[in-house]
T-cell receptor, first 114, second 113 residues
Framework: DADVTQTPRNRITKTGKRIMLECSQT?????MYWYRQDPGLGLRLIYY???????NKGEISDGYSVSRQAQAKFSLSLESAIPNQTALYFC?????????????FGPGTRLTVL | QQQVKQSPQSLIVQKGGISIINCAYE??????FPWYQQFPGKGPALLIA?????SEKKEGRFTISFNKSAKQFSLHIMDSQPGDSATYFC????????????FGTGTRLQVFP
């Protein structure tokens, strides 16, 4: 969905490096999410934010941190990347208190940690 | 803890056939059950969703069947087409409570001509 953009789209890095993945949205949604996708494990929630001042851990937050710089921007950081963080990362957004809780996903960032 | 179990992991169907993907959940507080479709190189996108007050929802060739007592729901794709080849994720949410989607592990569907 072009309304949710992620940068970079692909990244190869080395163990121990700090990495930041960025997400921007033009949908005007309050809620933003970071997921990682691994084969056979589906989509797992890393962090989520229901508004600019609200940050919450998901099921697999260890080794990650986030920053909600504005309603439209939500960044995911790996302070010291390790090989098992190699995965496909997705940002998603949704409207607060909507009658249907549709999440809109970005195109993903493929991260490889060597 | 896998709260939403999805099967099969992969599925091969001939064009025109019926594709069936199953999901089971544990948390009785879940009250919203969407299916997402993901094409290669793209993010998942909502395909169809159901709430537990109905047993079936149909949109075109896609139907969700829901069995509240068994805590199971399934996606049926009728007259499957090669363009349906994608990965499908079921999910569940307790709206107004956690407001977080719990996804299944995904099913890779391949439809051959």
């Amino acid at each position: 969905d072009a309304d949710v953009t992620q940068t970079p789209r692909n990244r190869i890095t080395k163990t121990g490096k700090r990495i930041m993945l960025e997400c921007s949205q033009t949908k005007g949604h309050d809620r933003m999410y970071w997921y990682r996708q691994d084969p056979g494990l589906g989509l797992r929630l890393i962090y989520y934010s229901f508004d600019v001042k609200d940050i919450n851990k998901g099921e697999i937050s260890d080794g990650y941190s986030v920053s909600r710089q504005a309603q439209a921007k939500f960044s995911l950081s790996l302070e010291s990347a390790i090989p098992n963080q190699t995965a496909l990362y997705f940002c998603a957004t949704s409207r607060a208190l909507a009658s249907t809780d549709t999440q809109y996903f970005g195109p993903g960032t493929r991260l490889t940690v060597l | 803890q896998q709260q939403v179990k999805q099967s099969p992991q992969s599925l091969i169907v001939q064009k025109g056939g019926i594709s069936i993907i199953n999901c089971a959940y544990e948390n009785t507080a879940f009250d919203y059950f969407p299916w997402y479709q993901q094409f290669p190189g793209k993010g998942p996108a909502l395909l169809i969703a159901i709430r537990p007050d109905v047993s079936e929802k149909k949109e075109g060739r896609f139907t969700i069947s829901f069995n509240k007592s068994a805590k199971q729901f399934s996606l049926h794709i009728m007259d499957s087409q090669p363009g349906d080849s994608a990965t499908y994720f079921c999910a569940a949410e307790s709206r107004g409570n956690t407001d977080k989607l719990i996804f299944g592990t995904g099913t890779r569907l391949q439809v051959f001509p």
